[in-house]
Each structure stands twice: as structure tokens, then as C-alpha cells.
């Protein structure tokens, strides 16, 4: 017992320096670097130099254990606040409940719902009547090109998957998974979900919060880019810094976010099953939308069955 706390506790300081420390570092280094160059002399390399030294001088291997000591302190700070800065970064982005909202922030983020709802349906009109067309072509024997309908689809699958329910594009692509899932199998992922992931496999769930913790660090990530952007009131150059973190935050974020959403769906479609025959049910084969309606009510007593399914209300 005694060895499995000891691991415990190497494997959390090794995460606390990781994810607070060592990032909080190097934001207090660059925040000495800017209050002592400012904007007179961003690039004074010798200034900053003669800084350093002066700090490093202090007499007494007291002082400069309660120097360290108090960058680690204000390290691990800023790295919290990171990632508090990175949960909201994360809960706008995602806007999973945004129908939650304070009203105001509600009501903009419901504007952006229609606004990209009545985008998606613009598209999707152009898509059908590309599709309808080159559908006609063929039934005359002739060979339509492809390329309007590919550039057709592509513009609508650039603003969601499915019809828009967030006022995100990276909520929607979630949220799209949730849509599938409802149109193909009535599954509602947000209720079978808890239920489903118990019967999975380690090795599916290992892969799902890893793809999961990628988001946050994404997230986190974007969340740095905006405390150095704070930075430029002493040192424009931190803008630069911010920049460059946004932008891989930004491109991190969309990859993590389309592999978790693909995870997401992939894991729902191949263990519903598993999940099914857990509950009793016996699905004999791929699992229809009547079985997984059956699924529902299990999970939900007080939900009416699917009048589609054509079970009982």
C-alpha cells in the first residue's frame, strides 16, 4: 500500500510541475523580461541581462531559497489560473449549455444559432439542388461533374455536419454526433451516455479521455495565449507570443475536438449493444432504433417510447 502511494504522489508532482509549474514559469520569466524592457526598449538585451544578475546576487542561501520558493509559489498561481482561464475558454467554445447561460450572453449566443442555422439551410438548399441535378443527368445517361456537388457539400460541412444547434462551430461538430444518434438509433447520447461508458472497454476509454484531455489542454493552451496577451501593457513583443499561441491553440483545439466527437459516435454505434444485452434486452443482431427506443425507457422511466419505432406509449 505504501509503494502505491508513494507512485501516487510522483505521478501528481510530476503533473503539478508539468501542467502548473514549468508553464508558470516561463510566463513569470517573460513578465520580469517585460516589466523591465517595456516599450522603450523591447529588445535590450544587455538591460535584461544586468536584471537578471541583480536578482540572482541576493546574499544569503536564505533569501534565495525564499526566491525559489516564491516563484514556485507564484508559478503554480498563474498556472491555476490558466487553467480556470482555459475552463471558460473551453465551456464558450464547446457551449454544451449554452440554453444556461445569463440571459444577455444567452440571447447573443442564441442569435448565433440562427444566424448559422440560416447559413447551414442556404447551403444545404445548394447542396440538394447540385445533388437533384447531377441525379437527373445520370438518369439520361450522361456523366454530371462531380465538382459542383463536392464544392456544394464541402461549403455545408464547413459550417456544421448537421443542422446547426450551437453558436459554435466546434460545439456543432459534437453536437452533430448527437444528432446522428438520434436520427439513425432515437439514442439520446447525453442520457445513455454515463450508462454506456461503463461498459466499455479499458482500451476504448483509455482512448476517449485521452482524446478528452486533449481538448482541455487545447483549451489551456489558448488560455495562456491570453495572459500573455496581457503582457503587451509593458511589452508589445508579447503580442507576437499571444499570436502564435492562439493560432496552435486554435488548430489543436479543432483536431482534438473532431477526434473526440469521432470517438464519441464510434464507441455509441459499436458497444450500444453491449450496453443493450447488459439491461436484458436481447437486440438478435445490429441494434435497431426500436431495441435502442427500449433502451431509452430502461434508462429513463418517466420517457415516452417513439412514436417512429411503432412501440408503445
Same mark, same amino acid.
Given at each position: 500500500m505504501g509503494g502505491l502511494f508513494s507512485e501516487l504522489a510522483k505521478q501528481l508532482a510530476e503533473r503539478w510541475l508539468s501542467l502548473l509549474v514549468l508553464p508558470g514559469a516561463l510566463?513569470?520569466?517573460?513578465?520580469?523580461?517585460?516589466?523591465?524592457?517595456?516599450?522603450?526598449?523591447?529588445?535590450?538585451?544587455?538591460?535584461l541581462v544586468e536584471h537578471i544578475t541583480a536578482v540572482a546576487s541576493?546574499?544569503?542561501?536564505?533569501?534565495?531559497?525564499?526566491?525559489?520558493?516564491?516563484?514556485?509559489?507564484?508559478?503554480?498561481?498563474?498556472?491555476?489560473?490558466?487553467?480556470?482561464?482555459? !475552463?471558460?475558454?473551453?465551456?464558450?467554445v464547446l457551449a454544451a449549455d449554452w440554453h444556461d447561460w445569463p440571459t444577455p450572453v444567452r440571447r447573443l449566443a442564441q442569435w448565433a444559432v440562427r444566424r448559422r442555422q440560416r447559413r447551414w439551410e442556404a447551403a444545404a438548399r445548394v447542396y440538394l439542388e447540385r445533388r437533384t441535378e447531377a441525379a437527373r443527368q445520370?438518369?439520361?445517361g450522361e456523366h454530371p461533374d462531380p465538382a459542383p456537388r463536392s464544392d456544394a457539400w464541402r461549403r455545408?460541412?464547413?459550417?456544421?455536419?448537421?443542422?446547426?444547434?450551437?453558436?459554435?462551430?466546434?460545439?456543432?461538430?459534437?453536437?452533430?454526433?448527437?444528432?446522428?444518434?438520434?436520427?439513425?438509433?432515437?439514442?439520446?447520447?447525453?442520457?445513455?451516455?454515463?450508462?454506456?461508458?461503463l461498459t466499455?472497454?479499458?482500451?476504448?476509454?483509455?482512448?476517449?479521455?485521452a482524446a478528452r484531455q486533449n481538448v482541455t489542454r487545447a483549451t489551456v493552451l489558448g488560455?495562456?495565449?491570453?495572459?500573455?496577451? !496581457?503582457?503587451?501593457?509593458?511589452?508589445?513583443?508579447?503580442?507576437?507570443?499571444a499570436l502564435v499561441l492562439a493560432i496552435v491553440a486554435g488548430v489543436r483545439l479543432r483536431s482534438a475536438t473532431d477526434t473526440y466527437a469521432l470517438l464519441l459516435e464510434a464507441?455509441?454505434?459499436?458497444?450500444?449493444?453491449?450496453?443493450?444485452?447488459?439491461?436484458?434486452?436481447d437486440p438478435g443482431g445490429p441494434v435497431t432504433a426500436e431495441v435502442a427506443d427500449q433502451t431509452m425507457q430502461l434508462l429513463s422511466p418517466g420517457r415516452r417510447a417513439d412514436p417512429r419505432c411503432g412501440t408503445a406509449g
Open positions: 510566463y513569470l520569466a517573460v513578465a520580469g523580461a517585460a516589466h523591465t524592457l517595456g516599450h522603450a526598449h523591447p529588445f535590450a538585451v544587455g538591460l541576493v546574499d544569503g542561501a536564505g533569501a534565495q531559497i525564499a526566491l525559489l520558493l516564491a516563484t514556485l509559489a507564484g508559478a503554480a498561481v498563474v498556472g491555476a489560473i490558466a487553467q480556470a482561464v482555459g !475552463s471558460g475558454i473551453e465551456r464558450v445520370r438518369g439520361q455545408m460541412t464547413r459550417i456544421s455536419a448537421e443542422r446547426p444547434g450551437r453558436p459554435t462551430a466546434l460545439g456543432d461538430r459534437i453536437h452533430a454526433v448527437a444528432t446522428r444518434l438520434d436520427r439513425d438509433l432515437r439514442v439520446d447520447l447525453a442520457l445513455v451516455w454515463p450508462y454506456l461508458w466499455l472497454p479499458e482500451t476504448t476509454r483509455t482512448e476517449i479521455t488560455a495562456w495565449s491570453v495572459l500573455y496577451l !496581457s503582457l503587451t501593457v509593458w511589452w508589445w513583443p508579447a503580442a507576437l507570443a464507441a455509441t454505434r459499436l458497444h450500444l449493444g453491449d450496453l443493450t444485452r447488459s439491461l436484458g434486452l
